[in-house]
């Protein structure tokens, strides 16, 4: 079974910190994708990034970046120079093979940027 | 372009009641997606739909049910209401169905069961 853990429960930090959000998961799958999402307050989750498991290469997007490696099965988020407006609850996701459309998605982190 | 729509925002309703929720998808999207997120327990997959049928359902028992129109706008029904049922109901579209197609979510509906 497929399975995502996002330890870190909520993270504080002071505006124009670094952060890194943890996320780990297992699967017996070689083929699989991984997600991170972000839910801001209004309740909608965004797509960040998605990444295949034949792509470990690690991406930078303005001031996000993602740190993918096999080898620890982990898929972790750091986000550089924090903002006030990063302040939201970030989910990691696994999605597998087999055409049933299965997400299985960590329980979160809650980032607090404080000014 | 518009996004993916709920409706409505939020829903109160006392146990033993019957709630419906409705999902409109992005144009073009023909898969539709439910997600339970319930306090501190993350988001649990409900149902997937598409081309109008039900491809697959989590661990939820039947009273959970819903549906896909032709027009591929979804419903969600939830029967005989209870208390461990307030949450925040997601719902999720993607063009085609297939491993690692990225969901996009809608604001969701927020169901209070009293």
């Known amino acids: 079974a497929q399975k995502v853990t996002q330890a870190q429960t909520e993270i504080s930090v002071v505006e124009k910190e670094d952060v890194t959000l943890d996320c780990v998961y297992e699967t017996r799958d070689t083929t699989y994708y991984l997600f991170w999402y972000k839910q801001p307050p209004s309740g909608e989750l965004v797509f960040l990034i998605r990444?295949?498991?034949?792509?470990?290469q690690n991406e930078i997007s303005g001031r996000y970046s993602w740190n993918f490696q096999k080898s620890t099965s982990s898929f972790n988020f750091t986000i550089t120079a924090s903002q006030v407006v990063d302040s939201a609850v970030y989910f990691c996701?696994?999605?597998?093979?087999?055409?049933?459309?299965?997400?299985?998605f960590g329980t979160g982190t809650k980032l607090q940027v404080i000014p | 372009e518009a996004g993916v729509t709920q409706s409505p925002t939020h829903l109160i309703k006392t146990r033993g009641q019957q709630a419906t929720l409705r999902c409109s998808p992005i144009?073009?999207?023909?898969?539709v997606y439910w997600y339970q997120q319930a306090l501190g327990l993350g988001l649990q997959f409900l149902l997937w739909?598409?081309?109008?049928?039900?491809?697959n359902r989590g661990n939820f028992p039947p009273r959970f049910s819903g549906r896909q129109f032709p027009n591929y706008s979804s419903e969600l029904n939830v029967n005989a209401l209870e208390l461990e049922d307030s949450a925040l109901y997601l719902c999720a579209s993607s063009f085609l169905p297939g491993t690692g197609n990225i969901q996009y979510f809608g604001a969701g509906t927020r169901l209070s069961v009293l």
């Open positions: 996701a696994l999605s597998e093979p087999g055409g049933y459309q299965k997400v299985t």
């Open positions: 990444r295949n498991s034949f792509d470990e």
């Open positions: 739909y598409d081309e109008g049928e039900e491809r």
């Open positions: 144009s073009g999207h023909t898969s």
